[in-house]
């Protein structure tokens, strides 16, 4: 069992940077596949970046490539998401998420949601224009 509390949400003007953080209760081993979704009102859980630490592998939505950035600190069990020049569709609640000691981390991502067995209660994210 592990347990994900995110962190770092807040309101931002368009352009504007967030950096949530996911705390892992527990160890965070690099053969973890950690990801962080994201749900608008009235839309599907979308799949928004992935890591998987053992292989320095990160996977990333094409809505969000070349903006935000995921990251791992191993010794602080710490899983990041670097949100650079944020607009108002980007606005959502966030979730971590992770599946436990996996070999292929791109399988998970490519399963979206159901990819993934362990999640944390979110935390929001809003853009204004």
């Known amino acids: 069992q592990v347990q994900l509390v995110e962190s770092g949400g807040g309101s931002v003007q368009a352009g504007g940077s967030l950096r949530l953080s996911c705390a892992v209760d527990g160890f965070l081993h690099g053969s973890h596949c950690m990801a962080w979704f994201r749900q608008a009102p009235g839309k599907e859980r979308e799949a928004v970046a992935s890591?998987?630490?053992?292989?320095?592998?990160?996977y990333y939505a094409d809505s969000v490539k070349g903006r935000f950035s995921i990251s791992q600190d191993n010794a602080k069990n710490t899983v990041y998401l670097r949100m650079n020049s944020l607009k108002p569709e980007d606005a959502a609640m966030y979730y971590c998420a992770a599946e436990l000691l996996v070999l292929n981390c791109g399988d998970h991502w490519s399963r979206g949601r159901n990819g993934f067995s362990y999640w944390g209660q979110g935390t929001q994210v809003t853009v204004s224009s």
């Open positions: 890591i998987y630490g053992s292989r320095d592998m990160t």
